[in-house]
């Protein structure tokens, strides 16, 4: 699409963009790293290319980093189309995120869905970086992996953003096989 494009217009501007290109496809691990690689931030936050962050997505989760000293933040993600078998059964059984929560916060989940998250840079050199063997799924999971019992984790619902993506029972399927793939074969 033409995302890169319309990124590029804001290059310069109010805000300090930089879009950067891979060239060749080399999946979403590779493509994290080269963006983390490339930031000269302390902190860096991802958004999958199908997922749009509320407003005060970004500010809730600075909140939380610096309210829960954490080293890494993960926000919640609602799937905005469930009509239809496809996006049914990904609503129900393929979540990306540990759901709302009368407590607020979960400190310490299994890992941190990479569809919405924020990380101190130094944690994730810590942990050698996402996998690049995991083109489209499970890089989040590796690296957290990675870290366990190293660092500090933390859900909030609080952060909350909405995933466009839109599945038939054929990519469904395709996604589901990769999902489980990549998170047990890599």
């Known amino acids: 699409d033409d995302t ?3 990124a590029e217009k804001y290059a310069g501007g109010r805000y300090p963009l930089r879009v950067i290109r891979q060239g060749v496809k080399k999946g979403l691990g590779a493509a994290r790293n080269m963006g ?7 902190l860096v936050a991802s958004l999958d290319a199908d997922v749009m962050p509320e407003p005060e997505w970004l500010e809730s989760m600075v909140e939380e980093l610096e309210r829960s000293q954490a080293d890494g933040v993960g926000g919640m993600l609602v799937e905005k189309y469930t009509k239809g078998l496809g996006n049914h059964w990904r609503d129900a059984h393929m979540r990306q995120s540990w ?3 009368e407590k607020g916060t979960v400190e310490n989940p299994p890992f941190l869905y990479g569809a919405n998250t924020l990380w101190r840079k130094e944690t994730l050199c810590r942990g050698g970086l996402y996998d690049p063997r995991c083109r489209t799924n499970a890089e989040d999971v590796k690296l957290c992996e990675a870290l366990r019992g190293q660092v ?4 909030t619902p609080k952060a909350r953003c909405y995933h466009l993506r839109q599945d038939s029972v054929a990519s469904i399927l395709r996604t589901f096989w990769r999902w489980h793939y990549y998170g047990s074969h890599s």
């Open 4 to 6: 890169a494009a319309r």
């Open 36 to 42: 983390v690689n490339s930031s000269s931030s302390p």
């Open 99 to 101: 759901g709302p929560l």
């Open 152 to 155: 500090k984790l933390v859900y």
